[in-house]
Nanobody, 124 residues
Framework: QLQFVESGGGLVQPGGSLRLSCAASGFILDDYAIGWFRQAPGKEREGVSCIGRISGPLYADSVKGRFTISRDNAKNTAYLQMDSLKPEDTAVYFC??????????????????WGQGTQVTVSS
């Protein structure tokens, strides 16, 4: 099955850090722009960050300066480094791919090969 596999979530105190991983299973990560999305209980899925195949990263205003997206094509894995975490960052985090050379966006319907998500809980 072609999908991304997320890992690295967990429980962290406010102000703490986590690094999420997004591994491509059954296909080549380098063929896609990679987007991170999140969904909190009772809320719609929202875009968090995206990194293109050749373009620089895109961040939601709510995470700018705190989150850093990266990719290691040799390891077939993308990452989301999350620092200075806040309780409002609590959500299930998903990654997905945008095929071709399309520009990064937060239009989730353009993305494919969604993973199952990883839970991030920020609480004291």
């Amino acid at each position: 099955q072609l999908q991304f596999v997320e890992s690295g979530g967990g429980l962290v105190q406010p102000g703490g850090s986590l690094r999420l991983s997004c591994a491509a299973s059954g296909f080549i990560l380098d063929d896609y722009a990679i987007g991170w999305f999140r969904q909190a209980p009772g809320k719609e899925r929202e875009g968090v960050s995206c990194i293109g195949r050749i373009s620089g990263p895109l961040y939601a205003d709510s995470v700018k300066g705190r989150f850093t997206i990266s990719r290691d094509n040799a390891k077939n894995t993308a990452y989301l480094q999350m620092d200075s975490l806040k309780p409002e960052d609590t959500a299930v985090y998903f990654c997905a791919g945008l095929s071709g050379f399309r520009r990064c966006s937060f239009r989730s319907y353009d993305f494919e090969n969604w993973g199952q998500g990883t839970q991030v809980t920020v609480s004291s």
